[in-house]
């Protein structure tokens, strides 16, 4: 594994937006694609292509450490985590849940899923005792959900058909959301949708939304939830990543309504869309292939401040610090706010 790690001040993909960075720093190199973060003891965590899971250290850049997961070359899109441990899938058939211990990082498969059309979007943890994984469904198109409850993995059951040509995308293991109320699962596809689930009762509704729909490629990748009200999904297509136009939307009701902002004024595709934790909702960062956006205003408008190309997910570190993961590297942005 090749190891690298720079610091870059404003550099020229950066240049032009140096009033709201401070400073961009790229952690770790590898040959490699991640698409799924989490963050714990002061570490970056990260899945990815050929069965790599690892870590960077956040206070020293120097202190990784990656494993594999398997011998064979297994593309892991999702991941994490509980108190004990945390838990990757693969996206191929068979699914293979795996768990790896937090204290010396042994990993074993706790579960697997054998349908040839098991494909694995996103997996989410609502506490240390709930979790759900949400799959392309089989030949019924019935919503698959994997749930993870008193311990062990199965699968969950419910009456919920999604249209033809209705999926989600692997994009940043962010279609799924939650509060203590609710979980939020988002569509993609022919038809892009938000299934919400009451954790009191399991009752499931779905609600329509105004997002780009109608293609594959189109829909939803990425949305998240700040309380049991607001909420943002932020997608496009795939095929045509300038294309800006009803890509972002926000919720006020907790997903039964959809609102779209900034159509025709956004930087594009988006893959990843998260809230910064305590602003309520108003401060956003989002990311797809070839751009970094913020927004100070509950995600009304945007503000292009990157052109980085190559990065999938990110997530808050703390204050002003982003972490950003994609096509081979992990970078941390500082903004000046």
């Known amino acids: ?3 690298i790690f720079s610091i870059i001040f404003l550099s020229a993909g950066l240049t032009v937006f140096s009033q709201q960075v401070e400073s961009f720093e790229t952690i770790f190199n590898d040959k490699i694609s991640i698409r799924a973060l989490e963050l714990y003891d002061s570490k970056v965590w990260y899945s990815g292509t050929d069965s790599k899971f690892g870590f960077v250290d956040l206070n020293d850049y120097k202190n990784q450490k990656q494993i594999k997961l398997s011998e064979e070359k297994l593309q892991f899109r999702t991941l994490a985590q509980n108190k004990t441990s945390f838990y990757a899938i ?5 699914g293979r849940f795996f768990t790896i211990d937090k ?4 990993s074993r498969i706790v579960f697997k899923d054998t349908a040839k059309t098991a494909f694995y979007d996103a997996l989410h943890f609502v506490d240390d005792k709930l979790a759900y994984a949400f799959s392309d469904s089989d030949k ?5 959900l994997a749930v993870y409850k008193d311990g062990k993995w199965g699968m969950f059951k419910n009456n919920i058909i999604l249209n033809e040509g209705e999926a ?4 940043s293991n962010t279609n799924i959301s939650s509060t203590k109320k609710y979980v939020w699962i988002a569509t993609g596809g022919k038809a892009s949708r938000i299934v919400r689930m009451n954790l009191k009762d399991e009752n499931i509704e779905v609600f329509n939304t105004p997002i780009i729909q109608g293609e594959s ?4 990748y990425s949305i998240d939830f700040y309380d049991d009200h607001f909420g943002i999904a932020a997608g496009g297509d ?4 300038d294309a800006n136009v009803n890509n972002i939307a926000t919720t006020n009701d907790g997903g039964k ?6 159509s025709g004024q956004n930087a594009g595709y988006t893959t990843c869309v998260k809230i910064k934790p305590g602003s309520k909702g108003k401060e956003i960062v989002a990311v797809g292939d070839k751009h970094i956006s913020y927004s100070s205003d509950f995600g009304k408008t945007w503000k292009k401040i990157s052109d980085e190309k190559g990065f999938f997910v990110c997530q808050w570190i703390e204050g002003n610090r982003i972490v950003f993961a994609g096509k081979d590297r992990i970078a941390v942005m500082k903004l000046k706010l």
Do not use: C, V
């Not at 693969?90 to 068979?94: A, D, G, H, L, Q």
């Not at 795939?238 to 990543?241: C, S």
């Open 238 to 241: 795939y095929t045509k990543q």
């Open 1 to 3: 594994m090749k190891k």
């Open 168 to 171: 989600a995308f692997a994009a």
């Open 257 to 262: 309504t959809w609102h779209i902002q900034a």
């Open 140 to 144: 019924d198109q019935r919503l698959k």
């Open 90 to 94: 693969n996206i191929e058939s068979p």
């Open 103 to 106: 204290k010396d990082l042994k």
């Open 217 to 220: 490629s189109q829909g939803m």
